[in-house]
Nanobody
Framework: QVQVVERGGGLVQPGGSLRLSCKASGTDYTIHLMTWYRQAPGKQRELVAGITDGNNKNYADDVKGRFTISRANGQNTAWLEMYRLKPEDTGVYYC?????????????WGQGTQVTVSS
């Protein structure tokens, strides 16, 4: 059974930093795509950043230059480093993993970790 676990959320002041981690277990294969999403209260879930097993990355426009996604080579662990955080970055951050090497439905979510940016 594939499990996805996020860690690292918390309360931080505007301008501060946090580092989130996402670890997927339950598969012997490298997962193709690991993606961070976030959901603010009353809003839809939105993509934050994604990274492939080939180290191709993409970011939402409003986090470019502030957030960095990375991944351990050949492993199913990814990190999201967040700098110069703003109150609008507040939300539950979810990790999603996708890939043909995963069992159906080839798409799994973690439970999320809360990030609150507030003074």
């Amino acid at each position: 059974q594939v499990q996805v676990v996020e860690r690292g959320g918390g309360l931080v002041q505007p301008g501060g930093s946090l580092r989130l981690s996402c670890k997927a277990s339950g598969t012997d294969y490298t997962i193709h795509l690991m993606t961070w999403y976030r959901q603010a209260p009353g809003k839809q879930r939105e993509l934050v950043a994604g990274i492939t097993d080939g180290n191709n990355k993409n970011y939402a426009d409003d986090v470019k230059g502030r957030f960095t996604i990375s991944r351990a080579n050949g492993q199913n662990t990814a990190w999201l480093e967040m700098y110069r955080l703003k109150p609008e970055d507040t939300g539950v951050y979810y990790c999603n993993v996708q890939g043909a090497t995963l069992p159906p439905p080839n798409d799994f979510w973690g439970q999320g970790t809360q990030v609150t940016v507030s003074s």
